[in-house]
């Protein structure tokens, strides 16, 4: 990997990490019953008001990562890799049309194929730290136990990509539903 490559990659990870913290934050005001006063409700507004910006820009830049490792740094998708595209791209152009339309009926639609994402990712993610295979798992060469980078301990593509689908459904339970 190239230092430049290597540098986005850190700083990626980092996001991820911070992404990681603010899901068990976001989950823990979901769940823990409060009055919705105070610093609790800010938070709560806050999500409401922009679940759809910030579940948009999440796909995005799930996208935009994706095209990066596999069209710049060269790492060839595996099998898996490949399913988490189809459940991860479509979703730029749900919520793109989604936040043009202020569309919130969009968050039963996204929050399934977040959810069918993230169980691939999660299978993927148990396959790089070991897991036995059920399927066999690869395209051009490459086996989805094949790990490119391993930050952090265990910041890795498919970590990435759950991190992704699971902050996606986390901002997208606090939309507003449609009338």
């Known amino acids: 990997m190239t230092p430049l490559a290597q540098n986005i990659t850190d700083f990626l990870s980092a996001c991820i990490v911070a992404a990681d913290i603010l899901i068990v934050f976001l989950i823990l005001v979901l769940l823990v019953p409060q009055k919705n006063t105070g610093w609790r409700k800010d938070v709560v507004d806050f999500f409401r008001d922009f679940s759809i910006e910030l579940a948009f820009l999440t796909a995005l830049a799930g996208f935009v990562a994706s095209l990066f490792y596999s069209n710049i ?45 993230a169980a691939i990712a999660t299978y993927h993610t148990y396959l790089q730290f070991g897991g036995t295979s059920v399927i066999p798992c690869s395209v051009n060469g490459v086996g989805c136990e094949h790990v490119y980078f391993l930050e952090f301990g265990y910041v890795t593509i498919p970590t990435m990509a759950l991190t992704a689908f699971a902050l996606m459904i986390v901002f997208l339970l606090f939309t507003k539903k449609e009338n």
């Open 73 to 117: 740094v060269g790492f060839q998708p595996c099998l898996l890799c490949i399913w988490q595209r189809i459940f991860l791209y479509p979703q730029v152009v749900i919520l793109g049309i989604a936040l043009l339309k202020k569309d919130n009926g969009v968050r039963k639609y996204a929050i399934a194929l977040s959810a069918i994402g």
